[in-house]
């Protein structure tokens, strides 16, 4: 059973437009959620994270927002930049740091 | 600053075949991870460390081995390579005490077994 899932596969969005980017979990006692961007042939890359105890934490034009109500995650791109096209992955950790990761979103931002 | 070292970078193993996928960070992180990336997949833990001489298994262990004998490398040992283990594989490391619980990669081996 899938612990984090991302449910569209893909997006696209025009640069100068906000990209929004989901991710819903099964379990409430995870305590953080990350969110990592990886390039082709490249490891991924950590973007930001957020606490179970807040629901907002924002980073320069990335923001991800935390609803533990409804299980859901998201991360907001604005201004979205081609540079960020991208697959996108959301992660929550399970304890020692260790992550489960959803199945990723592919960002494609045009010009 | 190199931070997290894979090599090698490609590598196509037979059936049966066994190697070893070698990992080194310079970070001085405590918590080292091995993840497998299967096509169109998230990321699978195979098996972590949080410490020299301390391994324990993630989600997807069988046919893999590890050893952790420094801070700075942790080793994952291939045995009697199958095509399901044809993958891209990366290795994290992570500072036990990071508030943003972040992992950091390296940049990944591709093996495909045949």
């Known amino acids: 059973d899938q612990q984090v899932k991302q449910n569209s596969p893909s997006l696209s969005v025009q640069e100068g437009r906000i990209s929004i980017l989901n991710c819903d979990y099964t379990?409430?006692?995870?305590?953080?959620f990350l969110w990592y961007k990886k390039y082709p042939a490249e490891g991924p890359t950590f973007l930001i994270s957020i606490s179970s105890i807040k629901d907002k934490n924002e980073d320069g034009r990335f923001t991800v927002f935390l609803n533990k109500s409804a299980k859901h995650l998201s991360l907001h791109i604005v201004p979205s930049q081609p540079g960020d096209s991208a697959v996108y992955f959301c992660?929550?950790?399970?304890?020692?740091?260790?992550?489960?990761f959803g199945t990723g979103t592919r960002l494609l931002v045009s010009p | 600053n190199a931070g997290v070292t894979q090599t090698p970078k490609f590598r196509i193993l037979k059936i049966g075949q066994s190697m070893t996928l070698q990992c080194a960070q310079d970070?001085?992180?405590?918590?080292m991870y091995w993840y497998r990336q299967d096509p169109g997949m998230g990321l699978k833990l195979i098996y972590y460390?949080?410490?020299?001489?301390?391994?324990d298994k993630g989600e997807v262990p069988n046919g893999y081995n590890v050893s952790r004998s420094t801070t700075e490398d942790f080793p994952l040992r291939l045995e009697l390579a199958a095509p399901s283990q044809t993958s891209v594989y990366f290795c994290a490391s992570s500072y036990s005490r990071d508030t943003g619980r972040a992992q950091y990669f390296g940049a990944g081996t591709r093996l495909s077994v045949l």
């Open positions: 970070m001085n992180h405590n918590y």
């Open positions: 379990n409430s006692m995870f305590d953080y």
């Open positions: 992660a929550v950790n399970t304890g020692f740091q260790k992550l489960v």
């Open positions: 460390s949080v410490g020299a001489g301390i391994t």
